[in-house]
């Protein structure tokens, strides 16, 4: 009889362990420490939610790749998917995807975040991602190497970046270490140029490509200076191969101790320091140089992710939970505090534990908050496209195609066909 009723109540509980388990799947980002990261989170949300498995989906390391495979979900109208972590610049392109988290929940949590970023995630009032990380384009630059060449202190400008750049390397280079290169950065032609060209060109005073109120500014002397510059430093401080460049190529030449400047996101710092790394100790981080121009200033692209529910998922209100769960304080802080990810909860900069383990997400506060958005909301639902026209024409240009004069003369008549928009100066 006892064997009975202890054979039925494990029947039940097989019953109600199959009924009420259920499985979320998040496909998330694999740069760097990501992938880790979001493991260890997503465990300790199953730790916490018994009868809950949440799948971890890698996804490739290109923005653009992996708005590609976002799309087939999407196109496919896929469950197989719940939560989505998306780039700053789709919440306009991607929005009828997404459920309105504000339905869910997030309408606690929201003020706690940087208003513009939930300004950014909010499409005609629907709340289409919760914040997670905030990005911004940094210079990493080896201490060691300035003190050994002489200069007081990171480049104020890009010209004093490549003269900077050219003496160490030549100094390096002199002394056997022929892979040594003065500048590494995001040269290919995906979305990580648009980022670093719309930083040459607003740290130049000129412009934003296309401004908050629709104008096409892109064309115009000071944007041409730059960029002419950026592609004089092909060959010479940066390897040929920059133009096929993304983070994670740039990241690896750097912490192999083989360049002397980086231009990258905060992410890049943690693995610097790391285990991994043969540059731990022996480098800083500075705001990006200014432009020549008058009102040059230094300027870095805004970047980031978010984190959204599918509307196609089976389970949104789970999703929901967890997109608040992975997003929370407690969260954010042990990614900040582990991979350098930016927290978008502002106490977090206040934070003391955040601020002992990584004190540049305090000295460069004004930098975060400063950065510099892409027209994603102006050009929606065709940011990615207006994006492509930009990088190509930057590509062409730093791969000798096409002086910077015509390609964005060129790249002016493009974006005002496909935009309709208006032409101005900055
Ligand atoms: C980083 C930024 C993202 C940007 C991407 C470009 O992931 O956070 O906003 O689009 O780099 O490569």
Redesign the pocket.
């Known amino acids: 009889m006892r064997k009975l009723l202890f054979s039925l109540a494990f029947a039940l509980a097989l019953v109600w362990g199959a009924a009420s388990a259920q499985t979320l799947t998040v496909a998330a980002?694999a740069?760097g420490m990501e992938l880790e990261l979001v493991r260890d989170a997503a465990q300790r949300f199953m730790d916490a939610n018994p009868g809950v498995t949440v799948n971890v989906l890698d996804t490739p390391d290109?923005?653009?790749d992996r708005l590609g495979l976002y799309l087939q979900f999407f196109e496919a109208r896929s469950p197989e998917v719940d939560l989505y972590q998306i780039?700053?610049?789709w919440p306009g392109d991607l929005e009828e995807h997404f459920v309105d988290l504000f339905e869910f929940g997030a309408g606690d949590v929201v003020d706690q975040h940087f208003p513009a970023i939930v300004e950014n995630n909010t499409v005609d009032g629907r709340l289409i991602g919760i914040p997670w990380?905030?990005?911004a384009g940094l210079l990493y630059y080896r201490t060691d190497l300035l003190e050994k060449y002489g200069f007081d202190g990171p480049p104020a400008t890009w010209s004093e970046l490549t003269e900077m750049a050219q003496v160490i390397q030549d100094g390096e280079r002199a002394e056997g270490n022929t892979d040594f290169w003065g500048f590494v950065w995001?040269g290919n032609a995906?979305?990580?140029?648009?980022?670093d060209a719309l930083e040459w060109i607003a740290s130049n005073a000129g412009g934003r490509i296309i401004e908050p109120d629709g104008v096409i500014t892109v064309y115009n002397p000071n944007a041409v200076e730059i960029i002419d510059l950026a592609a004089s430093w092909v060959g010479t401080i940066s390897p040929p191969g920059v133009t096929g460049f993304?983070?994670e190529d740039a990241r690896l030449m750097f912490q192999a101790g083989n360049a002397a400047f980086q231009r990258n996101?905060p992410?890049a710092y943690s693995l610097g320091q790391g285990p991994d790394s043969d540059i731990a100790g022996l480098f800083d981080v500075s705001p990006l140089p200014a432009g020549d121009a008058e009102g040059g200033t230094p300027a870095a692209?805004?970047?980031?992710?978010q984190l959204g529910v599918s509307r196609y998922s089976e389970n949104p209100e789970l999703a929901a939970e967890l997109a608040l769960f992975l997003t929370s304080y407690e969260e954010q802080k042990i990614r900040a505090i582990v991979g350098t990810f930016n927290p978008t909860i502002m106490a977090l900069y206040e934070d003391p534990e955040v601020l002992e383990a990584v004190p540049f997400f305090g000295a460069l506060y004004d930098v975060f908050i400063n950065a510099v958005a892409?027209p994603s909301t102006i050009t929606a639902p065709d940011y990615a496209e207006v994006s492509r026209l930009f990088f190509r024409a930057v590509h062409d240009v730093l791969t000798g195609v096409e002086e910077a004069d015509t390609a964005l003369a060129l790249l002016e008549l493009d974006l005002e066909a496909f935009t309709g928009f208006p032409t101005g100066s900055p």
């Open positions: 980002g740069v290109l923005a653009d780039d700053v610049i990380f905030t990005d995001q995906y979305e990580g140029l648009t980022c993304a983070e996101w992410y692209t805004l970047g980031g992710w892409r």
